[in-house]
């Protein structure tokens, strides 16, 4: 008997491992971002962000029946530490996919190895260069800087202001935008009147606006990331320029209320993601529900409003595992159903991939904000 009882134990425990061997084997997702640095005030929410998404997709059993394991390293918006750390994702670590990084820089350098190594990058900055010219591994979340751009002129031309002033940050970012901004002006009928550039490290931005304001622009945009177009805005204010000033998408966060003063800030008008705006919509937006959603779990999560910058990670997630759902998690199953994605409601916007767009997005993924006793408000 006691024999009897042993063999059935064995089987038992085998049949226990056979089960254990048979479970669907861990999803390894990679995530690349500027959580420490000048650009944390995009990295840090991307990193909060994904880590909650696992947390709670685990927590309902993950997908297709397959725990996520997230892989996050810090770039701190550093190129160079960008390729260093995807490599460490995909050669060490065998990654299916990566989310990030937070800057296009860092994207950009970071390219050749997604696509050389086959492995899907869907990235969170906005440089139209990400995925233009397309790239079969490359994808991006933010919308591109051509239609930030595009929807700015477009308000602008409904108020008459056609001489127009640039001043932007000689980075990856803003020389895609001030490139951008200058074929859609020709394009549309304004006019550069002045073209300035400043360095991601200056702190004060006088002079540039000095001579932009020796040539009268009707309005004044501003291409780039904190803490640079905060200065601006704080600038404009002690010259005491009146001047219409329009900041990118790159700036859409309380955090540049916060930097630029809501006294500076008052008045600026943007392009954003409906995140900034989503209890001033409409309840027949198709991107309420999401947005409500995210932004209640985020702050229930970590004490604080979501933001623009975490949901472009949270769009990535949610590409990645759409096409895990559809057709698998290999590198090139999760590749093909991204580039299939359709009518996908995110953060960001209303994604449809194709071969010939890996963004996805059109006009409709901003609202014209205006900062108003320090808060976004729509602009129309």
Not at 197 to 225: E, F, H, N
């Amino acid at each position: 008997m006691v024999r009897f009882i042993s063999i059935i134990g064995v089987l038992l425990l085998i049949l226990s491992a056979a089960t254990v061997s048979m479970a669907a084997p861990t999803i390894r997702i990679g995530g690349l971002f500027a959580v420490s640095g000048p650009a944390s005030f995009l990295g840090d929410p991307e990193k909060n962000t994904l880590e909650m998404l696992v947390k709670d997709i685990n927590s309902k059993g993950g997908v297709n029946g397959s725990r996520i394991e997230l892989v996050v390293y810090d770039t701190q918006g550093d190129a160079t530490k960008a390729v260093q750390l995807a490599t460490k994702l995909i050669k060490s670590d065998k990654v299916v996919a990566i989310v990030g990084p937070s800057t296009t820089g860092e994207t950009l350098a970071v390219v050749p190895l997604a696509e050389k190594e086959q492995i899907p990058l869907i990235s969170c900055a906005a440089g139209i260069k990400i995925t233009d010219p397309v790239r079969k591994w490359v994808f991006k979340t933010p919308a591109n800087d051509h239609v930030a751009g595009e929807k700015i002129y477009n308000f602008a031309s409904r108020l008459k202001q056609k001489n127009i002033a640039l001043l932007t940050v000689s980075d990856s970012y803003g020389a895609s935008g001030r490139e951008q901004l200058k074929a859609l002006a020709t394009k549309k009928g304004f006019a550069i009147v002045a073209d300035e550039v400043y360095s991601p490290k200056d702190t004060d931005m006088t002079a540039q606006l000095t001579k932009i304001r020796g040539v009268k622009p009707d309005a004044i945009i501003c291409w780039g990331t904190n803490p640079g177009p905060a200065v601006i805005t704080r600038n404009m204010k002690q010259l005491g320029m009146k001047t219409p000033l329009y900041q990118s998408h790159g700036v859409a966060s309380k955090k540049f209320i916060e930097l630029a003063g809501a006294d500076a800030a008052e008045g600026v008008l943007l392009p954003a993601g409906k995140l900034a705006v989503y209890e001033l919509l409409g309840k027949n937006d198709p991107q309420v529900k999401v947005l409500t959603e995210y932004d209640k779990m985020y702050k229930k999560s970590f004490g604080v409003e979501a933001s623009t910058f975490g949901g472009y990670a949270y769009d990535g997630f949610y590409l990645i595992l759409g096409a895990i759902k559809k057709g698998g998690s290999t590198p090139e199953q999760i590749r093909t159903g991204i580039e299939q994605t359709r009518k996908m409601v995110g953060i960001s916007g209303i994604f449809n991939m194709s071969p010939s767009d890996h963004n996805g997005l059109d006009l409709s993924a901003f609202e014209m904000v205006r900062v108003k006793k320090g808060d976004w408000k729509l602009a129309y």
